[in-house]
């Protein structure tokens, strides 16, 4: 079915609600809804909306509806076609002079200003993690339990990989290790940094990424951090997607 929309400058606006739920094993934490205008997100089919939901870090489940309002003159509006799923809120805790060295959730965005803010960033999410061939992607994490001005060398890592383990927020550490040896990477970075804290106990890191050359299928992006003085090495891995329906 396709929605009846109308233009207006850079934005659709159809007639359509969204209704959502997030909760846990026995107990909904969190419900809302909106309707109207949708961003344009791809010149297929996809299109983007928010709306904020209250949700501590972790992993929740969470049901979604999406019904198309009726139209002028009729008085019933089309079924609405109902999801469930589970995903996991972004643990962006902000760790403090005691912790030990650690990453973030990486969160995935689209280039440009969005409606997601943190500290003073503010990004174009992209929760699909879905980018077409030669897209650019922005990267944002925060590093925990660094000293002030501390050195540490960064590596960003994009491995094709169909075989995800189901933890992948937090897989094993042997998966990772077989990945950040595997030689066939399609996208390797390696560079370092001082720790610089803008005023927080924590230091905030923003990165371009270009998808250029990068083919159509699964990734997993991996982000590690090894500081100078210290013989650890952390990391995060987030799941990536190359398809050139993504528009």
Known sequence: HRLECKEEGDTRVCGIEVRASVFGRDTVVARGGTYGQLEPLSRRTWMLGHFLLPAAS????????????????????????WGIGRFRVPDLWGGNDSTPVSISSLVLARPGVGAWERGEERLA????????????????????????DAIYTTEII?????????????????????????????????????????????????KTLTLSGIREGRY?????????????????????????DAG
């Open 158 to 206: 994009l491995v094709k990989t169909d075989k995800l383990p189901t933890q992948t927020l937090d897989p094993p550490q042997e998966w990772v290790n077989e990945l950040l040896e595997d030689k066939r990477s399609a996208l390797r970075l390696r560079f370092d940094e001082a720790g610089t804290r803008n005023g927080r106990p924590w230091i905030e890191r923003r």
């Open 58 to 81: 972790g992993s929740w489940n969470y049901r979604v509806a999406a019904f198309e309002l009726a139209t002028e003159g009729s008085d019933d509006p089309l079924r609405g076609n």
């Open 125 to 148: 999410l992209n929760p699909l993690h879905i980018y077409p061939p030669g897209a650019t992607v922005d990267l944002y994490y925060e590093i925990y339990g660094l000293p002030a």
């Open 220 to 244: 997993v992006l991996i982000l590690t951090i090894a500081p100078y003085d210290e013989n650890v090495t952390v990391y995060r891995v987030t799941p990536l997607r190359v398809d050139r």
